[in-house]
């Protein structure tokens, strides 16, 4: 069930400022007595000043919010970031691995001391010796095998 909310002030306006003015002659507490039953009599010559100051009462209630919730979704974006540098960095780490593995796969392929003792150069020499293929191995690697084993 929900509770009302009643506000911390209510408006009381006067539209007759010279009535009023006698109220006050009569009861100089009266003014008071409404404040502290949160009540604020206004008249003619202070209704638009006081609903300025409600206007702007309001406007710094809604700032102070809004910065609340600024520094609530800077902390969050502050972790996001976080999260992103670390995806960043294991992106990072995998690709090096995967250069080494690379870099592993193509010495196996083609980078020997030496001459021939590379998967390409094994396959050059049981070409030569006879052995029966369909397709023929790419001059561009076996050219780079020959330069690359001879260094």
Known sequence: METLKSPDYVLLFIPIEPAFSLALLSDANLFQEALERNIVLVTTSTLLATLR????????????????????QSGLLVDKFVLFLEDIKDIADKLTKAQESVHSAMNKLMLSPKKGDTLVGRVKTISHLGARHTKPIPTEWIEDETILSSE
């Open 53 to 72: 100051t409600v206007s702007f009462i309001w406007n710094q209630d809604k700032q102070s919010k809004n910065v609340a919730e600024i520094a609530r």
